[in-house]
């Protein structure tokens, strides 16, 4: 078991409108982030992390439960999967703030694991932002 990651009850799986040739399921929990996961990663990488993130969101924008508005600060990023022109760090920044929201569409207040995780996003992503 990754001694980085725990789960939560709450599991949420949506199909990948994205997926070329097969369905393809991205099933999203409540992590530990492992952080240095993804300062390693390649651009390639975080850049189907990013994706599969956006699937997640959409998911959770279709829900009448969750606010709309919280996934605000991820858009006026503009910093979109498929712009594989932009540099790793500009999606990487677009990733924690995009975990961020996901984890507070998650959490059910500051202290829940996703209320912590998404308290780590917010730090993650003020760290990134700064070396953009």
């Known amino acids: 078991m990754d001694p980085h990651a725990t789960t939560r009850p709450r599991v949420v799986t949506v199909m990948d409108p994205h997926a070329t ?5 991205v099933t999203a929990t409540t ?4 952080t240095a996961r993804i300062v390693g990663m390649h651009k390639d990488e975080l850049l189907e992390l990013h994706e599969q ?3 997640i969101m959409e998911y959770f924008r279709s ?3 969750v606010d709309g ?16 022109h932009k540099s790793k760090s ?16 998650m959490s059910e207040d500051e202290f829940s694991p996703a209320g ?4 780590r996003m917010e730090e993650l992503a003020e760290d ?3 070396k953009i």
């Open 21 to 25: 040739t097969r369905p393809r399921v």
């Open 31 to 34: 992590v530990k982030w492992p």
């Open 53 to 55: 993130m956006v699937t």
């Open 63 to 65: 829900q009448e439960t």
């Open 69 to 84: 508005s919280l996934f605000e600060p991820y858009d006026e990023l503009d910093v979109d999967p498929s712009h594989v």
């Open 90 to 105: 500009e999606h990487k920044h677009a990733v924690f703030v995009l975990g961020n929201a996901l984890a507070s569409a």
């Open 116 to 119: 912590r995780v998404g308290k």
């Open 128 to 130: 990134a932002e700064n």
